[in-house]
Antibody, heavy 122, light 107 residues
Framework: QVQLVESGGGVVQPGRSLRLSCAAS????????MHWVRQAPGKGLEWVAI????????YYADSVKGRFTISRDNSKNTLYLQMNSLRAEDTAVYYC???????????????WGQGTQVTVSS | EIVLTQSPATLALSPGERATLSCRAS??????LAWYQHKPGLAPRLLIY???NRATGIPARFSGSGSGTDFTLTISSLEPGDFAVYYC?????????FGPGTKVDIK
């Protein structure tokens, strides 16, 4: 069955960096677009970034553009989120999520990890 | 950026009642809209993709409709496990946004 397991979260000071990982299994990872989504305390879901199945294209929310970088290693079935210049408002649970197949749908994240907590605080 | 507005913010209903949740986009998104259920401490769950298609394993009591700027998620008869927050989500030019959510509470 599909599994997505995030790791790498923790407490970090403002201005520092952190890299999140998402280990995927149970599906052909290299065939699917992947996303990062976050939820700040007491807030709703916020889409962060997408990377195409082959890594050829990446898109970001305005709130993280220029600070965060999404990447993937299809040989390791792993998705990454490099977060630089972290701010207090980046504090959130970060989820990785898998796209539905392109031939099936244009929008829909059909599997999600359980999330990893990132806290930005001095 | 396309902004999604969801109404009502909170919906208080009893098990067995019908729930009607609304999502409005600031400009047309065609049918590029999804709905998710989210419970505290759990991962979000995809309910509806492309505005009206139920995701795998989603019960028939959940249905989605609409296109363009106005969308509806209907839960025909609420079960105890349906009390949660529901989000709509759109895609436009490879940028995605979620609505603020509707909390379906037990009355």
């Amino acid at each position: 069955q599909v599994q997505l397991v995030e790791s790498g979260g923790g407490v970090v000071q403002p201005g520092r960096s952190l890299r999140l990982s998402c280990a995927a299994s149970g599906f052909p990872f290299s065939s699917y677009g992947m996303h990062w989504v976050r939820q700040a305390p007491g807030k709703g879901l916020e889409w962060v970034a997408i990377i195409w199945f082959d890594g050829s294209n990446k898109y970001y929310a305005d709130s993280v553009k220029g600070r965060f970088t999404i990447s993937r290693d299809n040989s390791k079935n792993t998705l990454y989120l490099q977060m630089n210049s972290l701010r207090a408002e980046d504090t959130a649970v970060y989820y990785c999520a898998k796209d539905l197949p392109n031939i099936v749908a244009t929008i829909g994240f059909d599997h999600w990890g359980q999330g990893t907590q990132v806290t930005v605080s001095s | 950026e396309i902004v999604l507005t969801q109404s009502p913010a909170t919906l208080a209903l009893s098990p067995g009642e019908r729930a009607t949740l609304s999502c409005r986009a600031s400009q047309s998104v065609g049918s590029d809209l999804a709905w998710y259920q989210h419970k505290p401490g759990l991962a979000p769950r995809l309910l509806i993709y492309d505005a009206s298609n139920r995701a795998t394993g989603i019960p028939a009591r959940f249905s989605g409709s609409g296109s363009g700027t106005d969308f509806t998620l209907t839960i025909s008869s609420l079960e105890p496990g349906d009390f949660a927050v529901y989000y709509c989500q759109q895609r436009f030019n490879w940028l995605f946004t979620f609505g603020p959510g509707t909390k379906v509470d037990i009355k």
